[in-house]
């Protein structure tokens, strides 16, 4: 009797098997990746690219994709994220039972869990989006070692040394300079109709932390815009958050109020955009066009657009290729874009002018940090050690200063610029 049970039990856990691996094969939310790839999450982004369905190579059809989302589709930022995803699953013939998209997941343990649960329902590739989220991707990528884990901002891939964890970024800074030169051109106009002097042209600027990432942002745009007005001086006031539309419209208002003809902001409400809208006050945005709620104010934005990323990722997850540790998209490759102009509201000739500052930019004439367009304290530089391998003392480690500029996201992807140049007031720095 007991060998006829003994039996019988080994054949219902046989017949089991084939069932417990295409769900995963897991019963722990820890511990999705277990070494001998025996789930469906476990063989993505192997060199052959075969999935652990019987060894068939990973396809458009099997293939599983999940992204974190900060915000949701009221923060521009993430919009633009979000988008980005829609229009690349749609591209590659994704379909949308394939991919997944959390939104509201703060820089805290909630992304490790929305990681996890993402790679437990058998996801290859894990995607997120903010820069606070870092920690705990790399917490994932560990405990999940065959998901490829994206994460959009951050600084530690190159230094980790783990093969699935990847970061990427843009040359925002380029961008930036030029919807900088957008907003010098509308500042040159303002000027010549005798609004105020060239003495009084002061444009402001809404960051929302210190970062680097940030004051690579606005110096770049203080620089395209000093570019073509060279009597520009620019503020710069600080929310302490990514997304607070209250505290963003406050900081704008604060700016015009203190003399700002012109608002910029690296903040992902519509608060600034719209306190320029009823103010009057010309607004360069972030991440997408304000133009249908702002029609007499925004002129240009600048954003990166994540769709080459994402189609890199999953072109080489598919092929079994290796995927770029530090990816950072160019002008060149498409990650760098502005919006339409808005013609109602830009300087004649802004066009015209951007196309030829683009093209400089795209073959080497103009170089944003340009060491000839800058001072510190009254002092040209020609050399400074930039934090790029980012430890706890944010100590400079890297040489940056080469042939006259600025190397920015040269030595990993996320901007490492976080001097304070002349020219530029920040009227508060508790963030």
């Known amino acids: 009797m007991k060998k006829k049970v003994l039996a019988l039990i080994l054949i219902v856990v046989l017949a089991a098997i084939p069932f ?37 190579a990973l396809t458009t059809d099997t293939i599983k994709i999940g992204f974190i989302m900060l915000h949701d589709e009221n923060s521009t930022y993430d919009l633009n994220f979000i988008n980005a995803a829609h229009e690349v699953c749609e591209k590659l013939g994704i379909s949308k039972e394939n991919y997944k998209i959390k939104t509201n997941i703060p820089e805290g343990q909630e992304c490790y869990d929305a990681a996890a649960e993402l790679a437990d329902e058998g996801c290859n590739i894990i995607f997120a989006d903010s820069f606070g989220h870092e920690d705990y991707m790399i917490q994932a990528a560990k405990e999940f070692p065959d998901v490829h884990f994206c994460h959009a901002t951050g600084t530690r891939a190159h230094t980790e040394g783990l093969a699935n964890y990847h970061n990427a970024f843009a040359s925002i800074y380029e961008g930036r300079y030029l919807a900088g030169v957008a907003a010098g051109l509308k500042l040159n106009e303002m000027i010549e109709a005798g609004e105020f002097t060239a003495e009084e042209a002061k444009m402001g600027y809404i960051g929302a932390y210190t970062y680097a990432e940030v004051v690579s942002g606005y110096t770049s745009f203080f620089l395209g815009a000093r570019s073509v007005c060279p009597t520009v001086t620019m503020d710069v006031t600080f929310t302490g958050s990514w997304y607070d539309e209250t505290a963003e419209k406050e900081g704008a208002t604060k700016l015009i ?175």
């Open 20 to 56: 417990l691996t295409a769900c995963g094969g897991n019963d722990s939310g820890n511990n999705g990746g277990n070494v001998g790839g025996e789930s469906s999450n476990n063989n993505a982004g192997s060199e052959s690219g075969e999935s652990a369905e019987g060894g068939d």
């Open 257 to 431: 109020n203190g003399g700002c003809k012109l608002i910029s902001q690296h903040a992902d409400s519509m608060g600034a955009p719209t306190a320029c809208e009823n103010a009057g006050v010309p607004n360069v945005s972030y991440n997408g066009s304000t133009q249908s709620a702002c029609p007499n104010t925004f002129i240009v934005s600048s954003r990166i657009n994540w769709v080459p990323y994402y189609e890199h990722v999953i072109d080489s997850v598919l092929k079994g290729s290796s995927i770029d540790p530090d990816w950072t998209g160019t002008l060149e490759t498409g990650s760098v874009q502005l919006t339409p102009i808005n013609e109602a509201v830009a300087a004649a000739g802004t066009e015209a002018k951007l196309a030829e500052v683009q093209a400089g930019l795209e073959n080497g004439s103009i170089e944003v940090f340009s060491t000839d367009a800058f001072t510190v304290e009254g002092k040209k530089l020609d050399s400074y050690l930039a934090d790029v391998d980012t430890d706890a003392n944010y100590e400079g480690d890297t040489e940056v200063i080469l042939d006259g500029y600025f190397h920015e996201s040269e030595f990993r992807s996320a901007p490492y610029f976080d001097l304070q140049i002349d020219g530029i007031t920040l009227l508060d720095t508790a963030f």
